[in-house]
């Protein structure tokens, strides 16, 4: 779970997760406005560089969750590795390269394995209990740790967790923030508003996935992510 801990907080979901025709949380509210926008197909398909005009180049971003066959097959599932390091740097952070090191050769690696073993890899979000990303989880513990190293901040923290499980994790940066808020836990937050109303915001990312003409392979969470970030990007505004 995200537990903001620099700036000031909303108030908490007040929407009972899956039941249709609840009253919508203060992120699913925002968020279905934002993937209503007309542009967040087109802005989905520029991003992955499809349909780009000759010469044309896709966002760096677009290869986060495929580099090297992704950060959840099962080979490399519980450990983090030099690729994975690599692929967080495609979202414009880089992790420090004295804790990149001990995530390669030293202790951090070995404590950071341990916890991934414990987080679910074939779920996703919308799917798994609220526990899994609750505060004190395996997923929180690694986030805290993570954080705990000097010069990586709560983005770098959660785009390597993204990284390791794209479907139950999501990436969640200053952009997106400055977008939909600033919830006690964005975690614990985007699962309700995943859930309610019969999971009518997951089913939307997945239309707009496939209209996109995304593969499979793209996490619902990352879609959401990506038009999100996008659509704020275009606005202009000067996120904090």
Not at 71 to 99: F, K, N, W
Not at 172 to 201: N, Q
Not at 203 to 214: H, I, N, S, W, Y
Request: aromatic share 4%; hydrophobic share 45%.
């Amino acid at each position: 779970m995200i537990s903001m801990k620099d700036g000031v907080l909303m108030a908490a979901p007040t929407a009972t997760p899956g039941v249709s025709g609840g009253t919508l949380s203060p992120l699913g509210q925002r968020l279905h406005g934002l993937l209503s926008s007309e542009r967040v197909v087109g802005d989905l398909r520029h991003y992955f560089g499809i349909g780009v005009p000759p010469g044309g180049v896709p966002f760096t971003g677009s290869r986060f969750e495929h580099l090297a066959g992704g950060g959840d097959r099962p080979e490399v599932a519980d450990r983090i590795t030099a690729e994975d390091l690599v692929a967080v740097q495609t979202l414009s952070v880089t992790v420090p390269a004295s804790v990149a090191l001990d995530i390669l050769e030293g202790s951090l690696g070995v404590r950071l394995s341990g916890l991934l073993q414990a987080i679910p890899r074939d779920i996703d979000m919308v799917d798994a209990d609220a526990d899994v990303v609750a505060d004190g989880s395996s997923a929180d513990q690694a986030w805290s740790l993570l954080c705990e190293q000097y010069g990586v901040n709560w983005v770098i923290a959660g785009k390597v967790l993204a990284r390791k499980r794209p479907r139950l994790l999501p990436v969640y940066d200053r952009i997106v923030r400055c977008a939909v808020g600033r919830p006690p836990s964005f975690w614990l937050a985007l699962h309700a508003a995943l859930r309610e109303d019969d999971a009518a915001l997951y089913r939307r990312l997945l239309e707009l996935r496939q209209a996109a003409g995304l593969p499979e392979t793209v996490s619902a969470l990352r879609v959401c992510d990506v038009a999100v970030w996008m659509n704020h990007r275009a606005v202009g505004h000067a996120c904090p």
